[in-house]
């Protein structure tokens, strides 16, 4: 059984940092893209920072040059260095992974991680 697990969340002050960690668990063959999505109470879940297996990036706007997604292959996990952390940053943090078990990749996601920036 495929799961993503998280961590590294918590609570922080403005201007703090932290760094989350997704790792995949169980047997499968290939992890494709992988990224770190948000969501506050009664919005959208949207996506802060993606990484291809081949390691291109990409970054919402609000986040860019304060966050920076990597991945470990080998480890089979993603992580999100937050910099700079701001109240707006507020959320729960999930990550997704394209992984392929067997026939065609599929998405999975994590259960979570709290982030809370105070003022």
């Known amino acids: 059984q495929v799961q993503l697990v998280e961590s590294g969340g918590g609570l922080v002050q403005a201007g703090g940092s932290l760094r989350l960690s997704c790792v995949v668990s169980g047997t499968i063959f290939s992890i494709n893209d992988m990224g770190w999505y948000r969501q506050v109470p009664g919005k959208q879940r949207d996506l802060v920072a993606g990484i291809t297996s081949g390691g291109r990036t990409n970054y919402a706007d609000s986040v860019k040059g304060r966050f920076t997604i990597s991945r470990d292959n080998v480890k089979k996990t993603v992580y999100l260095q937050m910099n700079s952390l701001k109240p707006d940053d507020t959320a729960i943090y999930y990550c997704?992974?394209?992984?392929?078990?067997?026939?065609?990749?599929?998405?999975?996601w994590g259960q979570g991680t709290q982030v809370t920036v105070s003022s």
């Open positions: 997704n992974a394209d992984i392929r078990v067997v026939g065609d990749y599929k998405t999975y």
